[in-house]
């Protein structure tokens, strides 16, 4: 008995570190074969490059942690930025409330996914978000006419351009967004509740949790999340695009993944997945470094993710024969 209690605490300790362990490993390892990845100036790039994904992925994996996915976050992105450029750049409307704007659009869009999926009862959140990734990609082309919107003012610009220091704003903000997540999921009665809904969600209701507002709490906040992502990605190009975002809810679905989130709901961590979006761009940059090419670098990310799907079903596999 004491050997299988031993063996079970061993794979428990890898299972949690393992997407930790995994990042130090490919940080010695770029760092052997490219003289450039370990100095300030590329980390400090890293951390900037990563912020937009980290920000949109802690809002992926409060829908992962329901058994559920957002498919909407660059449509959401996109629109909640135009929607603010063209009111600040086009009608000069004052920056700080231009920025509300876009975080109030984004919740917005987030709140009717949510009602989409509980008064709807559409039957995955599947089926919602991709609804709501046409309908926002559509009017961000629409009120754009397809034309990115350019020449904000330096109070957006200040989150995804300015540095403290030699460290971005950007990561600073994701460290104190991070934290706040973190404090949200484990000290707050709703983000248990987010945990229960998505190991059980019979379960979860016949206990008297009201999923239908956890769930809608829950898409909300990823709304939120992308359209704050967008606010960084705009202050970094100083221009907002209808075409933006494109591809960034499977960037946001791989980090939640590749630190530890199940697919299958009720498991999960903010810091994991930190570190889950900093591999990814770890990753990329490293093979930039290594002068592979962009078409390679989506190949080897896609064999990450694979692999990280199937390390969290073997974990489940594990899981389930530790109950037998």
């Given at each position: 008995m004491d050997e299988i209690y031993k063996t079970r605490k061993w794979r428990e300790l890898i299972y949690s570190l393992g997407a930790l362990l995994g990042l130090i490993l490919l940080c010695v390892v770029l760092s052997v074969l490219s003289p450039h990845f370990l100095t300030v100036?590329?980390?400090?790039n890293i951390a900037r490059q990563s912020a937009v994904n980290s920000l949109i992925s802690v809002g992926m994996l409060l829908a992962i942690l329901t058994a559920g996915i957002d498919l909407s976050v660059g449509s959401i992105l996109a629109l909640a930025t135009t929607s603010m450029g063209i009111l600040v750049v086009n009608f000069g409307?004052?920056?700080?409330?231009g920025m509300l704007v876009c975080l109030g659009i984004g919740a917005l869009l987030g709140a009717i996914n949510g009602l989409m999926l509980t008064k709807l009862h559409l039957p995955h959140p599947f089926i919602a978000t991709l609804g709501m990734m046409n309908?926002?990609?559509?009017?961000?082309?629409?009120?754009?006419d397809a034309t990115p919107v350019?020449?904000?003012?330096?109070?957006?610009q200040f989150f995804g351009a300015a540095f403290i220091g030699p460290v971005p704003v950007s990561f600073i903000l994701?460290?104190?967004v991070f934290s706040l997540f973190h404090i949200f999921l484990n000290r707050t009665a709703i983000g248990r509740y987010i945990y229960a809904v998505g190991g059980n969600i019979e379960a979860a209701r016949l206990s008297g949790i009201n999923v239908d507002r956890i769930l809608t709490i829950v898409y909300t906040l990823s709304g939120l999340m992308a359209a704050l992502g967008g606010l960084v990605l705009v202050g970094r190009v100083n221009a907002a695009y209808p075409l933006a975002g494109l591809g960034y809810e499977l960037d946001a679905i791989a980090a939640a993944i590749i630190g530890g989130a199940s697919f299958f709901g009720g498991v999960g961590t903010v810091w994991g997945t930190l570190i889950g979006a900093m591999i990814m761009a770890?990753?990329?940059?490293?093979?930039?470094?290594?002068?592979v090419s962009a078409d390679l670098q989506t190949?080897?990310?896609g064999v990450v993710i694979v692999a990280a799907v199937y390390i969290d079903v073997l974990r489940r596999r594990a899981a389930k024969q530790?109950?037998?």
């Open positions: 100036r590329n980390l400090m409307l004052n920056p700080f409330l309908i926002a990609r559509g009017l961000a082309l629409i009120i754009t350019s020449g904000f003012p330096k109070s957006i994701v460290l104190v770890v990753l990329r940059n490293g093979l930039n470094l290594l002068g190949v080897a990310i530790d109950e037998r």
